[in-house]
């Protein structure tokens, strides 16, 4: 039936299919063969195994096993991504075992935070990169050139100079590259190796997180300066401990340094076409006054904010620069305690978010005593798009009223007027979330609910005068409800709960690794219309293709 389809038609429906899915319609006969192939190695991903000597990345040979005949199947590959294991991360990058050497410890070194680390472990970490570096250049050999569309090296330690120095094979064979993703510099204080990005002129997307190392910056500012007609998204984050004697040599400094001689020889943006910008612990303090010069705020979508300093005088730019049209399709704000910059920051906020329209995702975390009833009340204006929100809200200063009669009833709750599919929030109280969920407008399109909290934090829940004496009493917080969970989900999942409700998830206060969420799935066949799942197996619900980026905002850092 499938191959009777016209391919363009086909191709659409291709795409909704995951790799398993891709790999058994291959089976089925020549001719969906031929059309399924190249999308099943569009795409690799290779991720990191347990540490083992020679076996942690053993299985990258077998993408050299593809094969040849009729066809190489490796010319298809537009998009690679090497990959760290989440449950299996690196500690330390393989230049510690080349900067070691001899020791009259046999067992241990001394790390740079005064820690004995286990040799073997980088032993079988340097020699597992080598074994990965020799794979990749022997798949590498075999793609098409200049063919290669992406490549992302999410491992955390320095790319090896073989795959992208100024004389490695990317640059030798793959220099219309469009997007270049890194994770390097959290694991060493050693690598200053040249990776080499200034070759790439076509890139349309930059992202290096991690970036610790002067010369690492200095060609990035290379390379941002010769993409920046056409770079549509960059993403960048600094390791937070700074590795240099002199402030002004520090990561952030010197971006801030760049921008603002970018801004000042330009009487344009820097980045025109930027769709979309994200960064991390950058600091703001510098170029927070030039910040609507880096993009054009009526071309902009995406916009990413994490534990920037002065991030609230930067939105504050944006709407005094007199742009008639923000277009903002998702802000994410994620701060932390950092005093009076925090302090501030946060009361720009309401102010900007209630400065436009047309927001379809807003991501708010912050740790602070400014109550949010201001910051959630400005979200109105933005009811006509707004599909996906997530309200974080942690303060150690005592229990605010606010917060509870923002739940008591829908007059009183501005979130009743939102017509929202994804909702974050800190708060375990089933009498709050039930009745949250009960204004009409949220109970007809609410898809999924996700409820957050951190470790020693408190959640939105119980009786203020009960939890205003247990706080004076024992001088610590009472620990999130543990009663009423079944019951909220079997309201929820059950005839008087939202009708398209798709998933309740529950994120573990014990872990920031979204993996451990615990998800609860609607299952019309169990006897309480509701299945618990953790996240792989919840991975086959096709609501991670919509919210996964919604479910795994704010989660680190």
């Known amino acids: 039936m499938l191959d009777k389809l016209p391919t363009e038609v086909l191709c659409i429906v291709l795409e ?29 991903t290779l991720t990191s195994g347990k540490f083992e000597m020679g076996k942690i990345w053993s299985h990258a040979g077998a993408l050299l096993q593809a094969p040849i005949s009729p066809v190489d199947l490796l010319v298809y590959v537009r998009d690679i991504e090497i990959r760290e294991h989440d449950n299996y991360p690196r500690h330390q990058c393989f230049h510690i075992v080349r900067a070691r050497g001899s020791s009259s410890e046999s067992d241990y070194y001394q790390s ?13 970490g340097s020699e597992g990169i080598r074994y990965l570096t020799s794979a990749l250049l022997n798949a590498f050999a075999r793609f098409a050139p200049d063919k290669l569309q992406r490549f992302c090296w999410n491992v955390g330690t320095c790319v090896p100079i073989e795959i992208l120095g100024r004389s490695g094979f990317l640059v030798q064979n793959q220099r219309k590259l469009e997007a270049i993703c890194l994770r390097t510099g959290h694991t060493c204080d050693i690598g200053d190796d040249q990776i080499s990005l200034s070759e790439f002129t076509s890139l349309k997307s930059i992202s290096w997180s991690g ?6 910056m200095a060609e990035l500012c290379l390379s941002l300066k010769l993409n920046a007609r056409h770079l549509e998204s960059l993403d960048l984050g600094a390791r937070e401990t700074c590795l240099y004697r002199r402030p002004e040599d520090s990561i952030q400094d010197m971006f801030a340094r760049w921008i603002l001689g970018m801004c000042e020889h330009s009487t344009k943006s820097v980045f025109p076409v930027l769709k979309h910008l994200a960064l991390f612990k950058m600091d703001l303090s510098a170029i927070f006054h030039c910040f609507p010069s880096i993009f054009n705020p009526s071309v902009l979508q995406t ?4 534990h920037c300093k002065r991030w609230g005088k930067a939105l504050q730019a944006i709407q005094e620069s007199g742009t008639k049209n923000i277009a903002l399709k998702t802000l994410l704000i994620q701060s932390g305690l950092d005093g009076h910059d925090a302090y501030s920051s946060l009361i720009e906020l309401p102010s900007f978010i209630g400065s436009f329209e047309g927001l379809e995702g807003l991501f708010l975390s912050n740790l602070s005593p400014i109550e949010p009833i201001s910051t959630w009340c400005s979200v109105v204006a933005h009811k006509k798009t707004l599909k996906q929100l997530l309200c974080e809200h942690f303060h150690s200063n005592g229990y605010a009223d606010s917060p509870r009669r923002l739940y008591l009833s829908a007059s009183q709750n501005p979130l009743a007027e939102l017509n929202l599919e994804f909702l974050g929030i800190c708060c375990y109280d089933p009498n709050i979330l039930i009745s949250l969920l009960s204004a009409p407008l949220l109970k007809k399109t609410i898809r999924v609910l996700h409820l957050r909290v ?3 934090q408190y959640v939105i829940s119980g009786d203020l005068e009960s939890r205003a004496t247990t706080t004076t009493t024992n001088n610590k917080r009472p620990p999130p409800p543990k009663r009423g969970s079944s019951e909220f989900l079997e309201w929820a999942f059950g005839p008087s709960g939202p009708p398209y409700l798709t998933a309740v998830v529950s994120m573990d206060p014990l872990s920031p690794n979204p993996r451990s969420d615990r998800f609860h799935v609607r299952d019309e066949h169990k006897k309480h219309r509701w299945l ?5 197996r919840a991975k086959r619900y096709n609501f991670f293709r919509q919210y996964g980026d919604a479910l795994d905002a704010c989660r680190s850092g």
């Open 16 to 44: 909704y299919l995951d790799r398993q899915g891709l790999n058994n319609l291959c089976r089925v006969s020549k001719d969906l063969y031929a059309i399924t192939v190249p999308l099943l190695y569009e795409s690799v």
């Open 112 to 124: 740079s935070n005064d820690e004995k680390v286990p040799y073997s472990r980088d032993e079988i």
């Open 211 to 216: 970036l610790d190392h002067a010369s690492h």
């Open 303 to 306: 916009l990413k904010l994490r």
């Open 454 to 456: 951190i470790p020693r």
């Open 532 to 536: 618990s799942l953790h996240r792989d």
